[in-house]
């Protein structure tokens, strides 16, 4: 499986961005996809994750302002953000498995199985 992520880009406070993430496989074989995203001496961390048959999981700093979908007729998977702050600066990844994944380990990294190289986004004032 290969994911390749795009949309990235230079933006101010308050604009908005589109992720998108193509994969090689249809999605719909895919049980969970999500976006990591890692800043400047920080550690990965988990943006919005989307299981099958479930709801969107968010992290706390995103809720209410990112979106996470999927278009299985396109294999994509995509990240709306709005509002953007200087602090969502990062790379941003996606990431997939084709197993099921509980809800308390979609922030695992390692129940993923395929990764996409990363697309960067920055925030300024």
């Known amino acids: 499986v290969q994911l390749v992520e795009s949309g990235g880009g230079l933006v101010t406070a308050g604009e908005s961005l589109r992720l998108s993430c193509t994969s090689s496989v249809p999605i719909s074989n895919l049980n969970a996809m999500a976006w990591f995203r890692q800043a400047p001496g920080r550690e990965r961390e988990l943006v919005a994750a989307?299981?099958?048959?479930?709801?969107?999981v968010y992290g706390d700093s995103v809720k209410g302002r990112f979106t996470i979908s999927r278009d299985n007729a396109r294999n994509t998977l995509y990240l709306q953000m709005n509002l953007l702050q200087p602090e969502d600066t990062a790379d941003y990844y996606c990431a997939a498995s084709s197993e099921r994944i509980g809800e308390k380990s979609v922030g695992t990294q390692i129940a993923y199985a395929w990764w996409g190289q990363g697309t960067h986004v920055t925030v300024t004032n």
């Open positions: 989307s299981r099958a048959w479930f709801d969107g």
